[in-house]
């Protein structure tokens, strides 16, 4: 009785299972999306002649609907496209503070916020949520120059379309939606057309107990959707679309104007290169993203064994390379460096690859889950909440100022071999906040190093470092790792699991010498897919 006594539960576990996700392959190309519904609008444009570029931009409209908590045409983002004969380029629609933000509008309460990110706390929370915590959503900016630069000229009836049927029909109400809805309804609550569409009755919608999920309408979606492909996606910052959208903003209190909208604009570069063992080179899209911490990473495993394959030593390896760049990266921020997330991130990562071997890596978010919580109710557009990228406190290297841009986590990556920078053979990235960089590195290692295919990489535990003074482990590492990973500092040992999300969630896809492609997604995200075009 004494044994029992002093029993001491183990740590409660969700999953008690083990799950496998299937890769897809052919020569026709493959789509590799967070959504299955997004993947399968992108293959569809892939079997009626259009390419990468092209089954990209299906996809990420179709995201908008299939996929609202985590981007949308209120978003934001990055693309890596890489077409083979050519070089690597960025298609760059990344975020910009509107020219009328006033820094004083975000006073602070003299404590930290333990949000997304750990900066000073702004009075209301004004800058996680709400019309002051939008930045210019330059998403639509973006797939118009990936089409029109990239694409071969397939009109919007076709790139259009499957996001425009699945907006009719209405975001699946199944269990998914119901824990996505769930986590913002506290804030959602508080706009009147974000409860409308997603609380109705005032609650979270709940699937049918049994039968087929319905469909929840999207408040005005459809009809934007089918403006945008009427008048052109330059409506959203021109025409009569930017008139609806700058009406909304302004009469909530927003700062962002017809002269912000009508001058977004996306823009195309060159890809940041970093070299990896001198036998691969990383195409990224460098700037304000996750990129130059990459570098640091990359070049500090250098020194790091990979005979021995993923053991203890490397895992430790990288975990200390990770604190360190990590350190660096916050330190130029001015951030408290020894707070967590703590809130569920967005984003979404879409690859795909196509029959020629062209292939296209984006990154697209509203940065929280739901972003700013606002739905506008003139075109049902839900609005990003990309002020939380900079520091509100004054003075600081990432501070609040009007027409700004913030540095951000996103990471799609292009990869060649040394000697063959014209030919693309993997593609991939992450959504996950802080915990991307983690998670494309290791996904990279995995199959760069360790000469692991898309699937078997996708399944592997991995660690998280977002920071510089703690790692946090998936429970399958095994003691040896585990062990060795809590000898050199604070560990935290998590299940991977669907909620609470404890790791970015990547997809991939390679191409071999001999034209397929094989695409995998994360395999706790339980809408994602990769599927696989017909030849």
């Not at 986590?409 to 991939?428: D, H, W």
Request: a negative charge; glycine letters at 12%; hydrophobic letters at 45%.
């Amino acid at each position: 009785m004494s044994e029992l006594t002093a029993y001491a539960p183990p740590p409660h576990a969700s999953q008690h299972w083990v799950l496998t996700k299937p890769a897809a392959s052919g020569r026709g190309g493959v789509v590799a999306s967070q959504s299955r519904a997004a993947a399968e609008a992108g293959v569809a444009v892939l079997e009626a002649g259009g390419n990468a570029a092209d089954a990209a931009v299906a996809a990420a409209f179709a995201l908008a609907t299939a996929e609202p908590w985590n981007s949308g045409l209120g978003g934001i983002g990055f693309a890596l496209v890489h077409r083979p004969g050519s070089a690597p380029q960025v298609v760059d629609f990344g975020p910009v503070a509107s020219a009328g933000v006033d820094p004083s509008a975000y006073p602070l309460t003299g404590k930290w916020k333990q949000d997304l990110f750990a900066w000073p706390e702004v009075v209301g929370d004004v800058n996680i949520h709400g019309p002051l915590s939008f930045v210019i959503p330059s998403a639509v900016a973006g797939y118009d120059l990936l089409r029109e630069r990239f694409g071969t000229g397939l009109g919007l009836d076709a790139l259009l379309g499957p996001a425009i049927a699945l907006a009719r029909r209405g975001l699946a109400q199944d269990w998914f939606t119901t824990l996505k809805v769930s986590a913002s309804a506290k804030v959602l609550r508080l706009y009147e057309e974000s409860a409308r569409i997603y609380l109705p009755d005032g609650l979270p919608p709940n699937p049918p107990y049994q039968g087929k999920p319905g469909y929840l309408p999207q408040g005005r979606l459809a009809e934007t959707l089918e403006r945008l492909r009427q008048h052109g996606l330059r409506d959203f910052y021109e025409g009569g679309l930017a008139g609806d959208l700058v009406a909304d903003i302004q009469a909530m209190g927003g700062v962002i104007s017809a002269a912000d909208l009508s001058g977004c604009h996306a823009s195309v570069r060159e890809a940041m290169p970093i070299a990896w063992r001198g036998t691969h080179t990383i195409h990224t899209a460098g700037g304000l993203t996750a990129a130059p911490t990459m570098a640091a990473v990359v070049a500090a495993m250098d020194g790091v064994s990979v005979g021995g394959g993923a053991g203890a030593g490397w895992y430790r390896g990288l975990a200390a390379a990770m604190r360190r760049a990590y350190a660096d990266r916050l330190a130029g921020l001015g951030a408290e460096t020894g707070a967590k997330e703590a809130a569920e991130t967005c984003t979404t990562h879409l690859t795909v690859c196509d029959k020629d071997g062209m292939m296209v890596s984006v990154t697209t978010t509203l940065l929280s889950s739901m972003g700013s919580r606002v739905v506008l109710p003139r075109t049902g557009v839900l609005m990003n909440n990309g002020m939380m990228w900079f520091d509100p406190q004054p003075g600081s290297a990432n501070a609040i100022r009007p027409g700004a841009r913030p540095l951000c986590n996103m990471s799609p990556v292009v990869v060649t071999r040394v000697g063959e920078e014209t030919r693309p053979i993997l593609a991939g990235g992450a959504s996950g906040g802080r915990r991307i960089l983690a998670s494309v590195c290791q996904m990279l290692a995995f199959q760069l190093d360790f000469g692991m295919g898309p699937e078997e990489a996708a399944h592997m535990p991995r660690i998280d470092v977002s920071g510089p003074d703690s790692v946090t482990a998936d429970r399958r590492l095994g003691p040896d790792v585990l062990d060795g990973l809590a000898e050199d500092g604070e560990l935290e040992v998590v299940e991977h699991a669907v909620l609470p999300v404890n790791f970015a969630c990547p997809n991939f896809i390679a191409r071999d010498g001999e034209g397929v492609a094989t695409g995998i997604t994360d395999v706790m995200s339980p809408w994602s897919a990769a599927l696989a075009a017909r030849a």
